[in-house]
């Protein structure tokens, strides 16, 4: 039989000790974790293995190579994105021969009978046989109900405390038919635990549990895990071999490894090769130290886990802590019990606490233009949106905010789903109304729903336009768009005060609502635009981007008799390896798709579908400012649109120019809709917008909405009777040509100071050959030419970033701009 064992995640819980090795290659007394697994597979006679790796794969390549000094056949499969549990072996089931395969996680140390959960499989002709351990909560796991003869009845993934109706749980280890895996589609992100085996429980297919009776099993999750893991090694709780000789009792020492005669060992110990311990140190308790370690003259180690290449000078103690490789501890130091230290680490006087990664990324948590975002499983953990989500209801609260309750939504990432149940449990524990989305939803979707259901505020897990390796959360307000400063700042507050206090979040207690955001939406956007005309337009192609608006355009147009195709549309957390922002770079297959299926235009949404990006019927991209100011004389001239329209100061000025055709009153503001929205709320608003095609409309939402946008974007196509080009057209010859770009800079930290200071001192009367008619300087340092074109240089206040933008009436004119702006900021 062949074992394909899953070892590609790194562990975030497990950091820093995972910030440079793979959680599945941490040492468990001196040997990597996955390595128990394969001397496992060994004694019970299984001697190929295919390590799916994701995660610096070439530490596992490189230590076990071809796997010939452990008697073993190893191959390696490289996942170019997650891809799940199931997924990974999909993408290795043509490496497969045999009726049955072994499945292990990478993360479990254990000594379970392989042999007899095979035979036990076997014996029931099974599909899939789960191995199940023990526990005595199972809440924590994936817990698992048999009927008397085995059969999995059903799963419960992280079932709340109290509502558990078996002690058994998946252990992570499984045998699979192989026909099984032609059910996994490939190339998709997908597990076995949530899906696959669900599934196949659901269609009365023969899944099996088997319990290991009385063998050892850890999931190694969390840091306390592995610091008891150590112990149960040593301690000989799990079968296993422990490296180096067993000098006495309980205290192993590798090669070429030497103790002072004046030390004192004491409790259960290894030392590992070519370690040295002087004089008078004292080791105590259950301690671990790698190898080629100097342990100096009276130092003191006790109940600690010390990685190898570490020097701990003489007088030095270390309680009840974890040394990550290559760190020195200075002479006197002390490092008090609870301290995680990452490798290469200098301490050099009394630590009485460092901080946990937990710790750490609790106290990182601060919210920029729009939400909390971060990398998911480093930043955004259930943790913290557990956290984040306790002190937005402590707000609401405190602050008797008005409304009632708490809308949750979510967009089609990995996990997002999850932890907006997480979040929505919190509100619940706390009292409040829970709404949770019954499918992933636009983040506008849960802005109207808070405004229709008298929400007090909204929740939505998304990382909105970011790479598919970030999530996060949008706070949105009662009045149906995004959270004011001084909201957000509330926030904020009301976690600090929780992260001080070493509070955590409420989770037991309330219930909640699962509840149809979509229905009550969609039915407002019908409302909005007589979607009947809208067949006039022609075939329209819309890309999801597998974004949260997948299928909501259809909804609308279909039923109409409106032509439509939309692409792009199924789940793919991974957003199908691009990024699912609606930018040139993103939409080859709709500048294809387009063309090919003859349509008059095509229309793209991010992926919580608030920005908007089009195509015209050959393919040609539209960029945002082209679409806004169509909006805007769509909105003057077919329906009779009044009031006055605000803009970001790195929007085109197109825009300018129509008001000021059309008598409405122009408002500039900083980048960021949250300024948008606030000049909506207090004036009188035709159309808000912003350079990355976020657009508000009177009389819909104080917020940007991709789909209501693109309905409005084909009724201007279908009144008119003019193609998407002949609009531009028209526009042009009404504001004259504009052409915009913007390019970014890296420069280093250290050129960043000179950067902010070159260009708050910049008092030059020409530029790229051109006469500067104005300097301003409002989120940025813009300078506006005589000949109306403009350059904008922005650096960020938070990371090394100068954003360059400009606009001109050709793209040459536009590009000598950025390219004077670039050369001003590098010489700076």
Known sequence: MQAVILAGERGAPLYPLTARTPRAMLPIV????????????????????????????????????????????????????????????????????????????????????????????????????????????????????????????????????????????????????????????????????????PQLVAEGAPVYGCVAQDRYWRSITTLTDYQRAQSDVLEQRVEARIEGVEVREGVWVGEGATIHPTAEIRGRVFLNHHTDVGRGAQIRGTVVIGSRCQIGEGALIEDSVIWRGCVLEEQTEVRGSILGNHCTVRAGARIRPGAVVGADAVIASVVAHLPSQSEVQRAGIRFGTDGWRGILGDDV?????????????????????????????????????????????????????????????????????????????????????????????????????????????????????LLMSGGTARTEGGAVEVT??????????????????????????VDALHGAAAGYLTQLLAPAGVAIQEIRTERNPFFGGVIPDPTPENLEALFTAVPAAQATLGLALDGDGDRLGACDASGAYVDAHKLFALLL?????????????????????????????????????????????????????????????????????????????????????????????????????????????????????????????????????????AEIAAIRRRDGTRLDFTDGSWLLLRPSGTEPLVRVYAEAATRTRARELTEAGASFIVSS
């Open 381 to 497: 953990t259930f943790e913290n949106v557990r956290l984040v989500t306790q002190a937005l209801c402590d707000w609401v609260k405190s602050d008797a905010v008005p409304g009632e309750g708490v809308i949750i939504g979510y967009d089609t990432r990995s996990q997002s789903d999850l932890l907006a149940r997480a979040a929505a449990e919190v509100v619940a524990a706390n009292g409040l109304r829970a709404r949770l989305s019954r499918s992933a939803c636009p983040s506008p979707t849960v802005s109207f729903a808070c405004r229709f259901f008298g929400a007090a505020a909204g929740l939505v897990v998304t990382a909105s336009h970011n790479p598919a390796s970030f999530s996060g959360l949008k706070v949105k307000a009662n009045y149906g768009g995004p959270a004011s400063p001084e909201m957000t700042t509330r926030i904020e507050e009301k976690l600090r005060e």
């Open 30 to 197: 001196a040997k990597p974790l996955v390595q128990y697994s394969l001397e496992l597979l060994k004694r019970h006679s299984i001697s190929d293995a295919i390590l799916c790796l994701q995660v610096l794969p070439e530490v596992f390549e490189s230590r076990f190579e071809e796997g010939k000094e452990l008697g073993l056949t190893l191959r390696y499969h490289r996942e170019q994105v997650p891809l799940g549990t199931a997924g990974a072996v999909r993408a290795v089931s043509d490496r497969l021969v045999g009726k049955n395969i072994l499945v292990l996680n990478g993360h479990v140390l254990t000594d379970a009978n392989l042999s007899a959960l095979i035979a036990f499989h076997e014996e029931k002709e099974a599909a899939v046989t789960i191995l199940l351990a023990t526990v005595s909560d199972a809440s924590r796991y994936g817990a698992v109900v048999r009927d008397a003869e085995g059969r999995v009845l059903a799963f419960a993934e992280k079932p709340p405390v109290g509502e558990v109706a078996t002690d058994t749980i998946n252990a992570g280890i499984y045998v699979i038919r192989r026909d099984i895996l032609r059910r996994i589609p490939a190339g998709t992100e997908f597990s076995f635990e949530r899906q696959l085996f």
């Open 633 to 769: 004389r769509h909105l003057i001239r077919t329906r009779d649109g009044k009031g006055s329209v605000v803009r970001t100061v790195s929007t085109t000025r197109m825009i300018d120019k129509l008001c000021a055709a059309h008598n409405l009153s122009l408002i500039e503001t900083p980048i960021g809709f949250k300024f948008l929205c606030q000049k909506m709320l207090t004036e009188d608003i035709l159309l808000a917008g912003e350079e990355s095609g976020g657009f508000g409309i009177a009389g819909h939402l104080p917020e940007r909405d991709a789909v209501l946008s693109a309905l409005l974007v084909l009724e201007a196509v279908a009144l008119s009777g003019k193609s998407l080009p002949e609009l531009l057209s028209e526009l042009t010859e009404e504001v004259g040509p504009h052409e915009y770009l913007r390019i970014n800079l890296r420069p280093t930290p250290a050129q960043m100071h000179r950067i902010h200071t070159a260009l708050q001192g910049f008092r030059e009367t020409h530029l790229a050959g």
């Open 516 to 541: 149809d955001l979509a229905a009550p939406y969609l039915a407002h956007c019908a409302r909005f635009v007589p979607l009947e005309r809208l067949s006039a337009a022609g075939l329209v192609v």
